[in-house]
């Protein structure tokens, strides 16, 4: 982004990374209320339905949850790895972090998908093969909630493997020189995503699961 | 003047791809001017069509069904398309980075992709109202936009989807802009309150937008995919729907009075020659109003069966709300008090938001009290009360803007006579149409009915006569605009004796609106004996 020449609208070089940096922070306020609204609805319905709800949650896959959380905190790591070591002014080393957090994400994505497989063949995907005689409708309520939060969830994802991914490319090429914003930027955007699935882990995995 | 043709931003380059690609901020915000103008009359076709139908008790334009399409034409096509975007998308993107002393916005790409997403977004959903419509409302209550849906509510609401993206890129862009653009010596409180009023819609825009995008996803999902979320026949919570949508929807009533807020805060104190009367209350007065606008969405559901405490707070945050309003109101008359006022074409258009938004607002705190909304709910009172704030209100302030700063858009004078005339007229209409709905609700009429009893027939064609009349009024402008823009004496850069930054530089502005950076030596306002003293160093 501050590889390019300057826009007409900034005088220094400084003031367009702040810009910069302002609108993607603001824009991530717009991610935390989207997502904020299916949480608060989710919370909704777990508080309306009580135990039917947690019941239908105790039928995600803890395990599975529990080795992506593990899987997507690593690729933070990485990530924040790559924007220090590209900061420094390394060349290779940001390259590899960043084929590290990229390739953590599609791991993500794999067992992700996995366990929509395993949920499919169990009969608890709403609108395909949903089996209400056997589950009840609360339970298809909590797998509408399931879905579309992990599936609004694994999206960002993809677009953040395609980002991270084209970012290491510009690097690989010498496009991108220390100074710059687009690597940092893309940095936060991966931990935000990250920060999402911290929220949706323990809301949809782990509460009510002892109860 | 016998100057050479001088270079500014209507005729640096030209061509159709010189505009459709362009990043110029005043170039984009005459691009949209011509989306808004256009689902302005199309909006008001709709409303034309209802007042013509309401003119006798039974119904004679087609069946109920299609006055159902109607009025959710009319609703949808004014609030998304029009009145949301209004004044920041084409004031706000030609003038507010004048105002700061900008060259452009900060994120000029992001922004003409925020146009095409307001205009793709807008043409899906008028091929969806076109084909057939919907028959749910503008506010798409569950179960008539699922269980119960006959149109194309899925297209119309992914037409809605697509703009939000246009409203939160704009008020993001907004933001940065004022917090990083703003040139040497323009301190928070030197900014117009303008930009102020601006900055604050921005904050709702970023931060209720995605909330109706989220529910209109949920809304779109259980359409088309037959699962239930809201809709009471699949176990789901229809009230749920209602507290999502009102989420936004409010906050979305300041999105569209916000900037007028701002339009009239800079026309008062230019046509009164006189310093605005306590600027620090109208600035933070449009904070407090963004900060509470999202505490009283409660107040839309006092009858949807929400718990009676939550009503006793919504109906307490919602008189809480108005005092911020009420504090602009008394700094605006404060301000024109022993001022040496001139009754120009935009001061006209502000006395008449002021009275209409006055009005408004008043009749808002007779519906929030509980007892009240329960008489009046859904009845003409409600359409009243709102139509004084969003017609009143903020179309009044967009007529007002555009006076006020067509010379500087355009570089050209309009005959202010007719301009004088037009707003009056509007002024007029509008009362017409309006005040005797307050009655026909508080009698009992209740809203989107397309027959009523006889007794009322007597309200319903003053409302409708009142409606040609401001029919009139708001399609003048067209004519004397286009007259001023073929025939119209070339405008100087400060017509009207403002302060701003705005009219330091010429009229229209060259590409990179200022010939050099200014520099900002004093707050806006600022008359000395009645001459203006301009924000600017070097003039």
């Not at chain 1, 919370?43 to 009580?50: D, Q, S, T």
């Not at chain 2, 009749?363 to 009360?385: E, I, P, Q, R, S």
């Not at chain 2, 530089?505 to 200022?514: D, G, R, Y």
Request: proline fraction near 5%; charge should be positive; hydrophobic fraction near 55%.
């Amino acid at each position: 982004m501050s590889e390019r020449a300057l826009g007409i609208q900034y005088s220094t070089p400084a003031q367009e990374r702040e810009a910069v940096t302002l609108g993607m922070w603001a824009f991530l306020a717009t991610e935390v209320l989207f997502f904020g609204a299916l949480i608060a609805a989710y919370l909704n319905y777990r508080i309306w339905f009580g135990s039917d709800f947690i019941a239908a949650a105790r039928m995600t896959k803890v395990v599975l949850g529990t080795a992506n959380t593990a899987v997507l905190l690593t690729s933070s790591a990485c990530m924040a790895m790559a924007v220090t070591t590209f900061d420094a002014g390394s060349k290779r080393a940001p390259v590899l972090w960043l084929i590290a957090t990229a390739l953590l994400g599609l791991a993500f994505v794999v067992i992700k998908g996995t366990e929509w497989f395993l949920e499919y063949r169990e009969h608890l995907v709403p609108a395909l093969n949903f089996d209400v005689a056997r589950y009840g409708g609360v339970a298809e309520i909590f797998f509408v909630f399931y879905f579309c939060a992990t599936g609004l969830h694994a999206l960002h994802l993809l677009i953040g493997i395609c980002l991270v991914s084209w970012v290491a490319i510009r690097i690989g090429r010498g496009s991108l020189v220390p100074g710059g914003s687009t690597t940092r930027l893309i940095g936060l955007y991966w931990h935000f995503v990250d920060i999402v699935w911290i929220f949706l882990f323990p809301l949809i995995y782990l509460a009510g699961r002892n109860g | 003047m016998h100057a050479p043709v001088r270079q500014s931003y209507l005729n640096a380059s030209v061509g159709i791809r010189s505009w459709l690609l362009t990043t110029d901020h005043k170039r984009i915000a005459l691009l949209y001017f011509a989306g808004i103008t256009f689902f302005f009359f199309v909006g008001g076709i709709a409303a034309s069509l209802i007042r013509l139908e309401l003119i006798t008790p039974q119904g004679n334009l087609g069946s109920p069904d299609f006055y159902n399409r109607l009025f959710t034409m009319h609703g949808i096509i004014m609030v998304w398309f029009f009145l949301i975007p209004s004044i920041p998308t084409t004031m706000g993107n030609f003038i507010l980075p004048m105002m700061i002393g900008a060259r452009d916005l900060a994120f000029p790409r992001l922004n003409l992709l925020s146009w095409y997403l307001y205009i793709i977004g807008g043409l899906i959903t008028l091929t969806a109202l076109l084909l057939g419509g919907v028959d749910t409302g503008w506010t798409f209550y569950e179960p008539y936009s699922t269980f119960y849906a006959t149109g194309y509510v899925i297209l119309t609401v992914f037409g809605i989807f697509v703009s939000g993206f246009s409203s939160i890129l704009t008020g993001l862009n907004f933001i940065v802009t004022v917090h990083k653009l703003r040139a040497p010596g323009m301190t928070w409180y030197r900014l117009p309150v303008f930009v102020w009023s601006t900055y604050a819609t921005s904050v709702i825009l970023v931060l209720a937008t995605p909330v109706l995008a989220m529910t209109l996803l949920m809304l779109l999902a259980e359409r088309v995919l037959h699962v239930g979320i809201f809709s009471p026949q699949l176990g789901g919570d229809p009230l749920l729907f209602q507290h999502m949508f009102w989420f936004y929807s409010h906050p979305a009533v300041y999105i569209m009075i916000l900037p007028s807020m701002g339009v009239i805060s800079e026309i008062v104190p230019v046509f009164s020659s006189k310093s605005l009367f306590g600027y620090y209350f109208v600035v933070w007065c449009s904070i407090a109003i963004a900060v509470i606008g999202f505490l009283v969405w409660g107040h839309h559901m006092f009858v949807a069966g929400q718990s009676l405490y939550a009503s006793l707070a919504f109906s307490f945050l919602s008189y809480l709300v108005a005092v911020p309003s009420a504090i602009k109101v008394f700094n605006w008359v404060a301000t024109m008090h022993e001022g040496w006022i001139r009754f120009n074409a935009p001061m006209l258009y502000a006395f008449g938001f002021i009275g209409l938004f006055t009005i408004g607002g008043l009749t808002g705190l007779m519906l929030a009290a509980l007892a009240v909304d329960v008489h009046v709910t859904d009845t003409y009172f409600v359409v009243a009360h709102f139509h004084y704030i969003m017609v009143g209100g903020a179309v009044m302030g967009f007529f007002a803007g555009l006076h006020y700063w067509w010379p500087k858009i355009s570089g050209r004078l309009y005959p202010d006579y007719w301009a004088r005339f037009a707003a009056i007229l509007a002024f007029f209409g509008f009362n017409l149409t309006f005040f005797p709905q307050f009655i026909l609700g508080y009698l009992g009429m209740p809203r989107r009915y397309q027959s009523y009893p006889p007794e009322f027939q007597i309200w319903h064609v003053l409302s409708s006569a009142g409606a040609s009349i401001l029919a009139v009024g708001y399609a003048l402008p067209l004519f004397y605009f286009a007259w001023s823009i073929l025939k119209g004496p070339r405008a100087p850069s400060n017509p009207w004796g403002a302060t701003g930054l705005e009219w330091s530089t010429a009229s229209p502005p060259p590409p990179e609106n200022f010939a050099e950076s200014p520099t900002v030596i004093r707050p806006p306002y600022q008359y000395d004996r009645g001459k203006p003293c301009m924000q600017a160093a070097d003039v």
